[in-house]
């Protein structure tokens, strides 16, 4: 469907049921040198997925869907950044949407220029990920994603994980993995891999 019109181009998509909130966003993000989908429907998860937006802006209040509920269901897909923009006071509903997967959450009324640079910080993080089906790996942070479960990592598993990942479907050997994780393998037990 909709994908990447010019190099280095990002994509994101907004889902938002009030009309002018949603036309006053796409025209400054587009201004702002991004692509951008702005549907007047609620989008299942698999058409999400299908447009391949960098970023999705999520309103919780989607007429009578729940963002909540439908970035909980992202969240077993896909690891694409989400930034809940909502009117919702309630702390409680912040929680909710963070622990659903939401990468962040903005209030109603907002200031343009603050949620541009939450946007950019989102994105310039995506270099900073790997994702492999459903599992995500967080170089930054050394955690592992998966389901909306996260794992810390210790540096070795998360350097395993990233050969692992980078390779991603061709199959590495014992013997690569030991000389990608130390240089000096000459004083490596092939054992230590297992452990």
Known sequence: MC????????????????ELVRQELKLFLEKNGFQVIAPDYLPTEEE????????????IGLGEA???????????????PIIFVTSQ??????????KAGGNDYIRKPFHFPVLLLRIQKHLERIGETLTVEQVTLDLVFGQL?????????????QQILFYLFKNYPRLME????????????????????NV
Do not use: A
């Not at 960098?54 to 309103?59: A, E, G, S, V």
């Open 174 to 193: 014992r013997e690569e993995l030991i000389s990608c994780l130390w240089e000096n393998k000459l004083f490596v037990d092939e054992n230590i891999l």
């Open 89 to 98: 006071e309630m702390v409680q509903k912040e929680i909710e949407g963070l």
């Open 48 to 59: 999400i997925i299908s447009m391949h937006p960098d970023l999705l802006l999520l309103d």
């Open 66 to 80: 729940d963002g909540i509920v439908l970035c909980r269901k992202l969240r077993q897909k896909t690891g694409i």
């Open 3 to 18: 994908r990447k019109n010019e190099k280095n181009m990002k994509t994101l998509m907004i889902l938002e049921d009030e």
């Open 145 to 157: 994603s998966y389901k909306g479960e996260v794992y810390d990592l210790s540096k070795k598993e």
